[in-house]
Every structure is written in structure tokens, then in C-alpha cells.
């Protein structure tokens, strides 16, 4: 893997930021993340997640061989977080579950159960009228929930539905 410096952002597949004080006039959004920064408070964390957070490395650890591993890391699509800001980070996962997505019947996958389930027997090749029997719902329910999940996440139809449930390992 070779680095190379570029000035324009929007061309490069792992940008690294080093934040001197607050992180928010320092994100812009990346593919990929690379952040040197002090313990950032959560909701500079969560900002910096919204904004491509990949890698964390506190500054006392930005060494070179440390930026080179992270810089690497980024790259290949692995995360890493000190312990610290996981932590908060699980935390947090866990509220927004809780106060946000449970309420509208939503998982952190962004599917709700029902849309899950019947992704599922989608993918093990059921029609509709099989999920629907299998499920005890109505033919036009299993239609509603198709087409409400299809909808909301932008695919074009089942077959769709199903890569991108096996690609993000929603099913």
C-alpha cells in the first residue's frame, strides 16, 4: 500500500484529521476517517462517526508507525476505537435502540422485524403467498411490508431486497 497526499478530499479513500480543540469546523464527510484527536465527548464521537470515523487514535499514541497502521486500517475498511470510546459508543447504540428505534418497531438494522422476517424467507425462495401462509399475515400485508421496505431503503424490487439484505448482513 503506497500513501499519497492530495489536496482535494473528495478524491481521497482515507483522510486523516487531527483535531487541536473541538472536532465539529474539522469534519467534512469521508468514505473513510483517520481521526487524531484527545478524548473527544460523545457527541463529538457521534459526530465524527456521521462524518466517516474509521480509526481513532488518541494523540498520545500518533506516532508514525501508529498513523501508517491506521492509515492501513482505514483503508481495508477496520475499525478502531480506544476502549473508552467504544464503550460510550455501545452505550450510546443501546439509547438510541431503546429511545429511538424500538418505539417505531426498528433495529439498529434499520428493518423493522416484520420487514425481516419476511426478507428472510424471501431469500430461502418463498412467494408470497408461502410467506404470507408461513407468517399468518394476508398476501397484501407481505406486499405492504415488501413494498414499504423497498421504498424506504431506495431498491428497485425482491431480488434487489435480497443482496442488499446478504451484502449488509441484515439477514
Same mark, same amino acid.
Request: neutral net charge.
Given at each position: ?20 480543540? $473541538?472536532?465539529?469546523?474539522?469534519? #467534512? ?62 452505550? $450510546? ?18 428493518? #423493522? ?27 397484501? #400485508? ?7 421496505? @423497498? #421504498? ?13 439484505? @446478504? ?5
Amino acid at each position: 500500500m503506497g500513501i499519497e497526499l492530495i489536496e482535494d478530499q473528495a478524491e481521497a479513500d482515507v483522510v486523516v484529521a487531527v483535531a487541536e480543540t $473541538g472536532l465539529r469546523e474539522l469534519l #467534512t464527510s469521508s468514505s473513510r476517517l483517520v481521526l487524531v484527536a484527545d478524548q473527544p465527548r460523545q457527541a463529538e464521537l457521534w459526530a465524527a462517526i456521521e462524518h466517516g470515523l474509521t480509526v481513532l487514535v488518541p494523540r498520545a499514541e500518533a506516532t508514525t508507525a501508529r498513523l501508517l497502521r491506521a492509515i492501513g486500517d482505514a483503508h481495508r475498511g477496520r475499525g478502531d476505537l480506544p476502549a473508552e470510546q467504544l464503550g460510550s459508543l455501545l452505550r $450510546g447504540l443501546g439509547r438510541l435502540h431503546q429511545q429511538v428505534l424500538a418505539p417505531r418497531d426498528l433495529m439498529l438494522s434499520g428493518l #423493522t422485524h416484520r420487514e425481516t422476517d419476511v426478507l428472510r424467507l424471501l431469500a430461502d425462495g418463498l412467494d408470497t403467498a408461502e410467506i404470507a401462509t408461513k407468517l399468518a399475515y394476508s398476501e397484501r #400485508t407481505v406486499k405492504n411490508i415488501l413494498h414499504g421496505m @423497498l #421504498t424506504r431503503l431506495g431498491l428497485r424490487n425482491r431480488v434487489h431486497a435480497v443482496a442488499h439484505g @446478504l451484502r449488509h448482513g441484515l439477514i
